[in-house]
């Protein structure tokens, strides 16, 4: 399917920003929000048919202004793909700072409902609509000293599956995408805050992580784009309401 219309948030760097390019590359209309500006900017250099929008997802006035009109844009919706999400701060739940779980919370789970409830009538305008959710690895298992990331890509899980059984009468596709550890910026910043956490040194800490894992080597995020790409094609008509790991076969979070 050349012609879908794609809508993706966070979609200026990392798995979002590989995503963009995938659908493009397959001939895909493509809006992408995000909140960084010149992120925006370098990625609509990249790909000069994109369109771009600023948006700051734990906003829902700002939500409400440009979802919409990234849709309009595009002319409808086929598929839409919540990708924004935070990691939040690595530290145990009693001196997690309420502050910083509120915000996590507002964005990886908030963010993601508010765009989701804005694009259904959209999609079920579309004779083939898919909506993919980003969870995590961290909404398999449990996850020491990131309780609000975890305890949101688990309730993300859940949206996922009530959102498939809403919304299959209309022929809307539902499910999630559950990253391990994603070669980028953002699993450094996860190791060195875990190295600040015990004292190690932030080599210690990725061979830790390597260890729970089959294949050693984090997750390429073109790899995630492939999948997205799959499930939301005609070859991935009958998937729907599947939680699908991506994760280098982790036994469990680190």
């Given at each position: 399917m050349g012609s879908q219309r794609v809508l993706i948030t966070a979609g200026a760097s990392g798995i979002g920003r590989a995503m963009a390019h995938a659908f493009a590359q397959n001939g895909a209309s493509v809006a992408v929000i995000d909140i960084?500006?010149?992120?925006?900017?370098?990625?609509?250099?990249?790909?000069?048919?994109?369109?771009?929008?600023?948006?700051?997802?734990?906003?829902?006035?700002e939500i409400e202004q440009v979802v919409p009109?990234?849709?309009?844009?595009?002319?409808?919706?086929?598929?839409?793909?919540?990708?924004?999400?935070?990691?939040?701060p690595t530290a145990p739940v009693e001196s997690f700072d309420p502050d910083a779980w509120d915000k996590v919370m507002q964005i990886n789970l908030g963010g993601t409902f508010n765009v989701t409830r804005l694009a259904i009538p959209h999609l079920k305008q579309s004779g083939a609509a898919s909506i993919?959710?980003?969870?995590?690895v961290a909404g398999r298992f449990g996850y020491p000293n990131r309780s609000a990331y975890s305890t949101s890509k688990w309730g993300l899980i859940g949206f996922t599956k009530t959102l498939s059984r809403e919304l299959g009468e209309w022929g809307i596709r539902v499910n999630?995408?559950?990253?391990?550890?994603?070669a980028g910026q953002r699993i450094e910043n996860v190791l060195a805050g875990r190295?600040?956490?015990?004292?190690?040194?932030?080599?210690?800490?990725?061979?830790?992580?390597?260890?729970?894992?089959s294949l050693q080597?984090?997750?390429?995020?073109?790899d995630i784009a492939a999948l997205a790409l799959?499930?939301?094609?005609?070859?991935?008509?009958?998937?729907?309401?599947?939680?699908?790991?991506?994760?280098?076969?982790?036994?469990?979070?680190?």
């Open positions: 960084d500006e010149a992120a925006l900017k370098m990625l609509a250099a990249e790909l000069p048919g994109v369109e771009t929008f600023k948006c700051d997802v734990s906003s829902r006035v009109q990234a849709i309009g844009v595009l002319g409808g919706l086929d598929v839409l793909v919540n990708n924004a999400g935070i990691s939040g993919i959710v980003m969870s995590s999630a995408i559950l990253p391990g550890a994603v190295a600040k956490l015990s004292g190690r040194p932030v080599e210690d800490e990725r061979r830790e992580a390597m260890s729970l894992q080597r984090f997750v390429d995020p073109n799959f499930i939301t094609s005609d070859a991935g008509k009958s998937i729907s309401g599947q939680l699908l790991p991506i994760d280098n076969d982790m036994q469990q979070a680190s």
